[in-house]
């Protein structure tokens, strides 16, 4: 069975056990995350920030970083739509993007058809968002936030989650 197919079947029995609920497209808590793409955080991190289905805007991406303008057009479109007032960055420790190795990364790309030609046009350091250190990366993320044109005078926190215990620090306390 295919993963689509497990999917799929496993949403067809969520669907006949679930009892729907209407939210509004609103952050109750008029709050928008952006944090990591790590399959480590499904089912953990919502719980560990107290957070319940409908309370915060969650904009995920590999190693909660601004490259280019995506994440800042998803934080700005919560903000001037969909009612949120602060935002958090919300790194993790054991992050693999921490140290990664752009070299290995063309590499793969190579064996996989990228031809040189195509990688060639990228600065793959910067397109990938690799760092060294999980909480300068929160630290750098947090402050191009906050200096982003587009980006009003709202509260910018930045924490990091311990990805074992469900444990929170808070680097950056923004008021």
Not at 8 to 27: I, P, Q, R, T
Not at 60 to 87: Q, W
Request: charge should be negative; glycine fraction near 8%; aromatic fraction near 6%.
């Amino acid at each position: 069975m295919s993963i689509l197919e497990n999917i799929l079947e496993d949403n067809k029995k969520f669907v006949e056990n679930f009892e729907a609920v209407e939210l509004s497209h609103h952050a109750q808590k008029k709050l928008a995350i952006l944090t990591c793409m790590d399959c480590r955080l499904i089912d953990f991190f919502e719980p560990a920030l107290g957070l319940k289905r409908g309370d915060a805007k969650i904009i995920r991406n590999a190693g909660n970083t601004i490259v280019g303008e995506d994440a800042i057009r998803s934080i700005a479109a919560a903000i001037y739509n969909l009612g949120v007032e602060e935002v958090m960055v919300v790194g993790h420790s054991d992050c693999g993007m921490a140290g990664s190795d752009v070299n290995a990364l063309k590499e793969k790309m190579i064996e996989r058809g990228v031809s040189e030609e195509d990688i060639a046009n990228y600065d793959l350091a910067s397109w990938i968002g690799g760092f060294e250190s999980e909480e300068q990366n929160v630290l750098d993320t947090v402050e191009k936030i906050k200096n982003h044109p587009l980006i009003p005078d709202v509260p910018v926190h930045g924490l990091i989650l311990d990805v074992v215990t469900g444990e929170l620090t808070v680097l950056v306390e923004d008021y």
